[in-house]
Structures are given as structure tokens and as C-alpha cells.
């Protein structure tokens, strides 16, 4: 079994920091791409930002420069450092990865239980 477990939410006033993390763990041969995900009261999940095992990485246009992603693949854990917060930030933030459980078997994706951020004005 695999398990991504997030940390870090919390409740912070606007321009204020947070930094999010996600471990994974459990049965792991090989992790391709980790991203966080986040949905807000009423609105669908959308991508926040993305890191591809190749280095690179994708942002939604209304985090760019102020979110930043990366990863510590020893550790099997992505981390989401978010700057400047707004209002507009608040939402359950998800993480995801695309893990390989054994040699033998075929990518799958994994989701985290989703974490709190509340930014106010």
C-alpha cells in the first residue's frame, strides 16, 4: 500500500507564508510526477503546481511567482512553499504522485487526504 500524508496548513492573513509538505510511503519501486492540487468551497479541484521527474515543473497563472514547488526524492516528499497569500488562496490544498509500487506493475496515481488553507483579509 501506498500513503501520501500532507502537513503544513494552517490558517494565515494575507501576504503571509506557508509551506506545505507531502510524504510518501509504503510499497515504493519509483515516483514520476508530484503536484499539489486544490479546491475551494463551490469550485472544482484544480492544478496548482506540478514537478515532473525530470525537473521540470508547471504552475497555475495565478500562483506563478508566488508558489513555488520542489521535491527531495530521498525523502520521497514534495513540498509547496506559498508566498504572498491572498484570500483567493484559501482551499483544501492535495497532493498527488504518480507512483510504480513494484518493478512489474504499472504507474498509479496516489492522492493525499487534503490539508486546510485559510488566508484572511
Known amino acids: 500500500q501506498v500513503q501520501l500524508v500532507e502537513s503544513g496548513g494552517g490558517l494565515v492573513q494575507a501576504g503571509g507564508s506557508l509551506r506545505l509538505s507531502c510524504a510518501a510511503s509504503?510499497?515504493?519501486?519509483?515516483?514520476?510526477?508530484m503536484g499539489w492540487y486544490r479546491q475551494a468551497p463551490g469550485k472544482q479541484r484544480e492544478l496548482v503546481a506540478a514537478d515532473t521527474s525530470g525537473g521540470g515543473t508547471k504552475y497555475a497563472d495565478s500562483v506563478k511567482g508566488r508558489f513555488t514547488i520542489s521535491r527531495d526524492n530521498a525523502k520521497n516528499t514534495v513540498y509547496l512553499q506559498m508566498n504572498s497569500l491572498k484570500p483567493e488562496d484559501t482551499a483544501v490544498y492535495y497532493c498527488n504522485a504518480d507512483i510504480r509500487s513494484s518493478w512489474y506493475k504499472t504507474t498509479n496515481r496516489y492522492w493525499g487526504q487534503g490539508t486546510q488553507v485559510t488566508v484572511s483579509s
Open positions: 509504503g510499497s515504493i519501486f519509483s515516483i514520476n510526477a
